[in-house]
């Protein structure tokens, strides 16, 4: 079944026609019975009019020859022409002719005895009544032909009948209009199931459904409540995995730093094995960022923020891997707010400087800075680095994705989340992310562009008070 | 030092014992909440250092036991709770400081040294940077060994920097230090600060970084 509309039209339309046939047909039969009889009746008016006129008319002369004296002319005169072609002959008591029609042959066409029966002459079939005349003297034979007596009920039969062959059409026409309305409720929910987002699994709403609609939207919402449960327990599963991963990291940390704060300076593999915690130790956090920055989580948690006040503070707090690598950094910028959520902007300006930072030689340079572009607020993060081939700009983006994969030139340790996350935080921002080759002769430039920045001088700045 | 350490995971519970042992602390180690409240009952330690997942309570209410009966005691909790919520919410109820899981040995040091210095014990209300010296008990300072005479805000400035030596100080986070709620606060108090301080200081004690902040460098 393609399509529930076309069926139930062509359904309906079927059992329309096959009911109207029968009715038809039924009806048929009924009028030829009540036709039958209509036309027998008026043979009778027509033999109680003969036994007026005839034998009034004849009276003087009876035994003349009356056969001649009425042929022709008056049949010709159509006298006796009835529509239907009633044709008569007059006999007396023996059966000799009387008076006859023009195409009535001149003996007794049927048996005198009073009647109606079908009689075979001129080539047709003919119905016939034999009627003795008032007087009992003579006998009238009406005789009409049996297929023009036919002929003529059927047209009038068919008259009734067309009308409702020009009417299935219309019915049709009519039937999927209704029906087109009658589905328009169907048509709606698959229309709000196919505008939805992948992550949208709210219930579609069903007060205002008909009653066989409620059941189909109860058992879809059902099983978005489901789907719905089991997205949530894998999030709240990685969320927790993440989470009681610290504890043990945090135990071989302090075992390792302890291991290292006795051991030689170069030993090898001590190092290797402490940047190993923290790589992992990295890993299980940008996880629990990652899960922590998921839209479904932030929904609704946006307000203004002061945009170079938190880099200001994200710079602050890495000042200890800035002095470790006598690193130089510059903030250039305005006072600039944008609408956005703390944790994830913090998220997004600590991965951008902790790569600066990373990917940057000892005594690098690194600049951040912020400016108002028309409506956008637009930050910049400069380092003087290794940078990024310009053919990776867009896969660094990727998750887990590092370049040069697990053995990067710089030896630096990372686990490829980071700017997946930075990429997230812009996603949830409206904002852009771009990298370009840094001004600084070599190295990266990464630019994020958030719409609906706003200077300090603008009242919603005002509102959220200093700024969290 | 007298260090109480309430954890349940035996094996970082032995790392930061020996950690905290290697740098002359004395430490005591329970596993449950229950024993950590009898413990605290039986000697109060200097310092107390609490998980909150605890088997058998929440280290919250460790905290708030310990807050009720008024012990002396510094709390630092250590946890692998690190919303906003909870950091606030552990802090609220009397936690002196807050340090998520997992840490470097050298902030959880760092982080004690504060605590120690808060207690006003005397080698640790000593604080040298090069060539100066912050005693925060007799809130004096000395260059070479002569004292300066420095304003109130000189001295809760140059106290921020000192104390986060090697860690950039923004404007705001001095600003809030300096002044309370409600104290109108001029936009450039904080330049003329550091630059009356700077007059009284070793050249370039004080390092701004344009647009940022302040900061003390490790010497």
């Not at chain 1, 302890?258 to 940047?275: E, G, I």
């Not at chain 2, 002569?146 to 001095?174: C, D, F, H, P």
Request: glycine share 8%.
């Amino acid at each position: 079944m393609r399509s529930i509309r076309t069926f139930l039209v062509i359904m309906l339309l079927s059992v329309v026609t096959v009911g109207n046939f029968v009715a038809a047909v039924r009806g048929y039969l009924g009028s030829m019975e009540q036709s039958e009889q209509l036309f027998n009746e008026r043979m009778r008016h027509q033999i109680d009019l003969l036994n007026y006129s005839l034998p009034l008319s004849s009276a003087h002369d009876r035994s003349s020859q009356l056969a001649a004296s009425f042929p022709a002319p008056l049949s010709k005169s159509g006298l006796f022409k009835s529509p239907s072609g009633l044709e008569f002959q007059w006999v007396d008591r023996s059966g000799a002719l009387l008076a006859k029609s023009e195409l009535m042959p001149d003996q007794a066409v049927a048996e005198l005895a009073e009647g109606f029966r079908f009689v075979n002459f001129s080539n047709h079939r003919w119905h016939v009544l034999v009627a003795p005349s008032a007087d009992g003297a003579s006998w009238f034979l009406l005789a009409e032909r049996a297929d023009q007596r036919y002929l003529l009920a059927e047209s009038m039969i068919l008259q009734a009948v067309y009308p409702i062959l020009f009417a299935i059409p219309v019915m049709g026409l009519l039937i999927w209009l209704a029906l087109g309305i009658g589905l328009k409720p169907i048509e709606r929910m698959a229309q709000d199931l196919a505008q939805r987002k992948a992550t949208d699994l709210h219930p579609l709403p069903d007060q205002h459904m008909p009653r066989e609609l409620k059941q189909l939207a109860r058992s879809a919402n059902d099983l978005l409540r489901r789907l719905d449960a089991s997205f949530a327990r894998e999030t709240r599963f990685t969320a927790d995995a993440a989470h009681e991963l610290r504890t043990p990291i945090a135990a071989m940390q302090i075992h390792c730093d302890n291991l290292a704060s006795s051991a030689p300076h170069d030993a090898v593999s001590m190092r290797k094995l402490q940047s190993s915690v923290e790589r992992m130790g990295q890993l299980v956090e940008q996880i629990l960022i990652l899960n922590r920055i998921a839209p479904d989580q932030l929904k609704g948690s946006f307000q203004a923020l002061n945009l170079s006040l938190k880099v200001r503070q994200v710079i602050a707090e890495h000042s200890g891997e800035l002095a470790q690598k006598r690193q130089q950094i510059a903030f250039n910028g305005e006072e600039v707010w944008i609408m956005g959520d703390g944790f994830a902007i913090e998220s997004l300006l600590n991965n951008l400087l902790g790569n600066a930072i990373k990917y940057s030689p000892d005594a690098g340079s690194i600049e951040m800075n912020i400016w108002l572009r028309g409506d956008a607020a637009v930050l910049e993060v400069m380092d003087n680095g290794v940078g990024i081939p310009a053919d990776q700009y867009e896969r660094v983006f990727d998750r887990f994705y590092r370049v040069g994969g697990d053995r990067h030139e710089s030896q630096v340790t990372g686990c490829g989340l980071g700017l997946s996350i930075v990429k997230n935080v812009a996603e949830l921002h409206g904002a852009r992310v771009q990298c370009a080759p840094s001004r600084m002769g070599q190295g990266l430039l990464v630019m994020v562009s958030f719409p609906g920045g706003f200077s300090a001088l603008d009242p919603r700045a005002g509102k959220a008070g200093v700024g969290p | 030092m007298r260090i109480l350490l309430v954890e349940d995971d035996e094996l970082l519970a032995d790392g930061i014992v020996a950690a905290l042992r290697q740098s002359g602390f004395v430490v005591n180690r329970v596993a449950s909440g229950r024993q950590a409240c009898t413990h605290m009952q039986a000697e109060a330690p200097d310092i107390l250092l609490l998980d909150l997942g605890l088997p058998d309570m929440d280290g919250l209410d460790v905290l708030k036991f310990v807050r009720r009966k008024g012990f002396p005691t510094q709390v630092l909790i250590l946890s692998a709770r690190d919303s906003t919520e909870a950091k606030v919410k552990g802090l609220d109820f009397g936690a002196d400081d807050y340090l998520t899981k997992p840490f470097a040995r050298a902030e959880l040091l760092a982080r004690l040294r504060v605590l120690e210095r808060r207690l006003g014990n005397a080698s640790s209300a000593l604080i040298e940077v090069g060539r100066l010296s912050l005693n925060t008990r007799q809130h004096e300072v000395s260059v070479d060994g002569e004292s300066l005479q420095l304003s109130r805000r000189e001295y809760m400035l140059l106290k921020a920097l000192v104390e986060n030596v090697g860690v950039i100080q923004t404007k705001e986070s001095l600003e809030a230090k300096l002044y309370g709620w409600g104290d109108e606060v001029v936009s450039n108090a904080i330049e003329v600060h550091i630059h009356n301080l700077r007059k009284k200081l070793p050249e370039n004690f004080i390092k701004t970084l344009r647009g940022i902040g302040y900061l003390v460098p490790k010497a």
